[in-house]
């Protein structure tokens, strides 16, 4: 629903930034993705597919970081969008 951004920070000398690292390490049989709540209540279909966390986790960690790139295995293709 909202086009995410690559992080960047810019600093600032004239006011104070604080950030705050959160993470939440689930579970390696948790399965992980969309919330049908959020895709199917609204009446526009989900565009990434579950997976489990131990499979995402392998997959984009066992590659260069390059941005987001690592999503795409993840995205539904339009004709299985379900």
Known sequence: MYKS???RAI???KKAR???ATFVVPNESVEIGPLHEMADGIGRPAMYRTVKY???IRHALGRKMEGKAH???LKLDDENVS
Do not use: F, M, P
Request: cysteine-free.
């Open 71 to 73: 999503t795409h295995v």
């Open 11 to 13: 600093t600032n000398d």
């Open 5 to 7: 951004i690559e992080h």
């Open 54 to 56: 131990l499979d995402y």
């Open 18 to 20: 604080t950030s705050l």
